[in-house]
């Protein structure tokens, strides 16, 4: 069984027959951990105008708030430190008060949903880690001003930049005690575990808290996958420093920022796999439109036996590198299987594009593919093939014959087999 988008459901992420337009990604190198103003330093660093990023903090309407950034060095690199200016203040705030401040500000309204969710993340998570009810929560240090910044202001540098997807690295914790509001925690600091819960993580021969809780929950909302650098072609780098200065190693968090047209047609994909034998073929036909409509490259299945003699079904799904998380949710979403299987693949791919012609028997589109710059094949679109053939009374293979033939012949003729329609 072979799923195509042909009649299904509208693909997320568009990728008429070809090559998908290109998309900025970002990709956050997290060897030294995070934190909020790591975040934003790296964004700036990145390119992003500091007065800009000031303008979404001041947007809180909190007077004498803004952000002011430094070039500095961490261990030999350049790196840019951003500082919060913010009033003196010995307010606690609960989860409510914060919404409030976030809702009543100028800010976009996906901005603030953002900066919202990241904040419910890390109200959440002081909960579970201090055994009260998430209403009774008071923040400390997570709910200062500093911290409402960092959190605002990543949520709308993501947007000033156009990043449509953040990647994470696996993040480093770092090791030791911190002090907090609540006394001297261990490293990571409960919430911090909390919200780094499902993520993977690195070692690091550094002490003392490299991700802080305000870090770990912006990774943890705006994260598409922690993985290894996603395929893209790259556009810029930047290096947000943090506070202290690293032992051995830079205390900074690196951004690559790119566009993921590369992936269109990637050279590597991942390969996810699921062995399923109790589920009806309407069941995984609906799955596998599910999937492609989420942004896998294909899905397809093959019969097989599986143990005690039962038939049964493989499935399996290809994936832009990057992608694995969400496709993966979706198979444990919409079939029955309890595991998954995903390994890495090098695949040779031909450059793809679609053009209409104007031919003998009317107007029909017609797939190209080219290698290494050569026209290798000329194929009718399905349904157009189909329409033709019932029209004029023919086989469809004798429709398919004459679409080719006059598709060849008219790239021959010297059209721009480029042009996508």
């Known amino acids: 069984m072979n799923f195509n988008r042909a009649g299904g ?35 700036v660093d990145a390119g992003l105008e500091p007065a800009r990023l000031s303008q979404s903090v001041e947007a809180l309407g ?11 060095r961490r261990l ?11 009033p003196n203040e ?37 909960a579970a880690a201090h055994g009260e009810p998430i209403e009774k929560v008071h923040f400390h240090e997570v709910g200062a001003l500093d911290s409402i910044a960092d959190i605002a202001g990543a949520a709308a540098g993501v947007e000033l930049l156009d990043i449509k997807r953040c ?14 509001a609540h006394g001297v925690l261990p490293v ?49 780098v930047g290096s947000g420093a943090g506070t202290r200065e690293g032992r051995l190693t830079p205390n900074i968090l690196r951004i690559f920022l790119g566009n993921d047209e590369a992936a269109g047609t990637p050279d590597e994909v991942t ?13 995984l036909a609906y799955a596998g439109e599910v999937l492609l409509s989420a942004g896998a490259l294909d899905v397809f299945t093959t019969p097989i036996y599986m143990k005690k003699g039962r038939p049964g079904h493989l499935v399996t799904v290809l994936a832009a590198p990057g992608d694995e998380k969400g496709l993966i949710r979706i198979l444990f979403e919409e079939t029955t299987t309890f595991g998954a299987r995903t390994r890495r693949s090098r695949r040779a791919v031909l450059e793809r594009h679609v053009m209409e012609i104007e031919g003998p028997l009317g107007t029909f589109r017609v797939k190209t ?53």
């Open 188 to 236: 990571p600091a409960p919430a911090t575990a909390r919200l780094l819960t499902g993520v993977p993580l690195r070692e690091s021969d550094e002490t003392g808290e490299l991700t802080t809780p305000t870090g770990a929950a912006i990774a943890a909302e705006l994260s598409e996958g922690f993985c290894a650098m996603p395929a893209m072609t790259l556009t810029a």
């Open 9 to 43: 459901t509208k693909a997320c992420r568009a990728v008429p027959k070809g090559k998908r337009a290109a998309v900025k990604i970002a990709w956050f190198d997290c060897a030294s951990g995070i934190s909020g103003d790591m975040f934003l330093g790296a964004l």
């Open 90 to 126: 010995h307010e606690h705030r609960h989860l409510s008060d914060i919404t409030a401040l976030i809702d009543a500000s100028s800010l976009p309204e996906s901005v603030k949903a953002r900066s919202i969710r990241i904040f419910t993340r890390l109200a959440e998570a002081e």
């Open 167 to 180: 990647y994470f690295s696996p993040i480093a914790t770092g090791s030791g005690t911190v002090k907090t």
């Open 76 to 86: 030999g690199m350049a790196a840019t430190k951003i500082h919060v200016i913010a």
């Open 62 to 72: 909190v007077k004498g708030l803004r952000i002011e950034a430094e070039k500095v």
């Open 369 to 421: 593919g080219s290698w290494e710059g050569q026209l290798v094949s000329v194929t009718p679109e399905y349904e157009d093939a189909r329409r033709i053939a019932a029209e004029c009374s023919m086989p469809l293979r004798r429709a398919y014959e004459i679409l080719i033939e006059a598709g060849r012949r008219f790239i021959e003729k010297g059209h721009d087999t480029q042009k996508v329609r």
């Open 271 to 283: 390969v996810i796999e699921a062995s399923i034998d109790d589920m009806t073929g309407e069941a």
